[in-house]
């Protein structure tokens, strides 16, 4: 017989890199989420593994992003894959809302993935995000 653990509603919460990876695209003028395409364009955010320990959350993310023609889609996911990597602008050292992202490694840059409906094309990067909680969000 399983016992249930409370938690207290202080408890510390981990940070969540596909909250923050979601975050980021929505506010970059993506629509985006953790649940497959409705309107396309559509970027979908999966975690696909990675560890997290009591200060970091290491998880490796699967961002999915959802056009209606193959030309389209890779547009998309090359926009996308700018606005999680690039130098000065990317993720990569950003607060978003109460998660800080301390790193950004990309594992598979946007590749066409096929998908199950003939009227929707995918291309699909996978990025290994560090990212911890802060206290309070920076405004």
């Not at 999915?64 to 996308?80: M, Q, T, V």
């Not at 130098?87 to 992202?101: E, K, P, S």
């Not at 998908?115 to 405004?139: G, H, M, N, Q």
Request: aromatic share 10%; net charge negative; glycine share 8%.
């Amino acid at each position: 017989m399983a016992t249930e653990i409370e938690i207290p509603d202080d408890a510390r919460t981990f940070a969540n890199a596909v909250r923050a990876v979601i975050a980021w695209h929505v506010a970059h003028g993506f629509a985006a989420g953790a649940e497959g395409p409705g309107q396309l364009p559509y970027v979908q955010v999966t975690r696909i593994g990675g560890p997290s320990d009591e200060m970091t959350d290491h998880a490796q993310i699967d961002v999915d992003y959802f056009h209606s023609s193959r030309a389209e889609a890779l547009a998309f996911a090359r926009k996308g894959h700018y606005w999680m990597t690039d130098i000065r602008n990317g993720l990569r050292g950003q607060q978003v809302g109460i998660d800080a992202v301390d790193d950004v490694r990309t594992r598979q840059g946007p590749s066409w993935q096929d998908y199950d409906d003939p009227k929707i094309e995918r291309f699909v990067a996978t990025y290994d995000i560090d990212s911890r909680i802060c206290s309070t969000p920076l405004t």
